[in-house]
């Protein structure tokens, strides 16, 4: 069974570009993550979706970032205009339980680095 | 403040003895408590989900404990093999919360 696939697995862009990361959860799992991960924060939350639906998008930094699910086999995460200080590397992670009360399956990340 | 601390220097342990890490929290009243292996490079995996009604878990070579009046969680393998190198994190969940709070990771070194 496939597992949680993301897209790009390294993606290096310059300050300014628009980035896009994408996400295909596993089949079946109602609740989806996106996370960053960084040596000086370690893993912040981005992003909660249940059902398709953005639960909480309170740890999104800014109005640069924005994420969508339009189904519940895809999301995005885009980055625009990028920044230096954007570099980390961002993980989705599904679930077939609703909020935190089951295990969480990751991607293997983006590995974004912006110069 | 609400923090969680987790062993902040690298793990030494020889092989074959056991490995206990440790994952301790303030200002914080947790409904679960889930530990996740993390390989350089990778994506955490889920190892094992301990609730605040449950002293211990165990998974194999694995066990966790949990004491709310402590505010720790202890990660323990037994019978340690270079292959449990990797950084190991735990994450606290409240109840009725959708967010997990994560520790920093506590990397784990085993040596032959």
């Known amino acids: 069974d496939a597992g949680v696939i993301q897209s790009p697995r390294h993606e290096v862009t310059e300050m300014g570009q628009e980035v896009t990361l994408r996400c295909k959860p596993i089949?079946?799992?109602?609740?989806l993550f996106w996370y960053r991960q960084t040596m000086m924060r370690g893993l912040e939350l981005l992003i909660y979706?249940?059902?398709?639906?953005?639960?909480?998008d309170s740890g999104m930094p800014e109005d640069r970032f924005s994420a969508k699910m339009p189904n519940a086999s895809f999301s995005t995460l885009k980055i625009q205009p990028s920044e230096p200080r954007d570099s980390a590397v961002y993980f989705c992670?599904?679930?077939?339980?609703?909020?935190?009360?089951?295990?969480?399956?990751f991607g293997e990340g983006s590995r974004l680095t912006v110069l | 403040s609400q923090k969680i601390e987790q062993n902040s220097e690298a793990l030494n342990i020889q092989e074959g003895k056991t490995a206990t890490l440790t994952c301790n929290y303030t200002n914080y009243s947790p409904a679960y408590l889930q530990w996740y292996r993390q390989d350089p490079g990778r994506g955490p995996v889920f190892l094992l989900l301990i609730r605040e009604n449950e002293k211990e878990k165990r998974k194999e070579r694995l066990k966790v404990t949990f004491d709310t009046t402590l505010k720790q969680s202890l990660f323990h393998i037994t019978a340690s093999q270079p292959a449990d190198s990797a950084t190991y994190l735990c994450?606290?969940?409240?109840?009725?919360?959708?967010?997990?709070?994560w520790g920093a990771g506590t990397k784990l070194i085993i040596k032959p």
């Open positions: 992670a599904s679930s077939s339980r609703t909020g935190n009360t089951g295990e969480l399956f």
């Open positions: 089949s079946g799992h109602n609740s």
């Open positions: 979706f249940n059902n398709n639906v953005p639960i909480d």
């Open positions: 994450a606290l969940a409240m109840d009725s919360n959708y967010q997990l709070i």
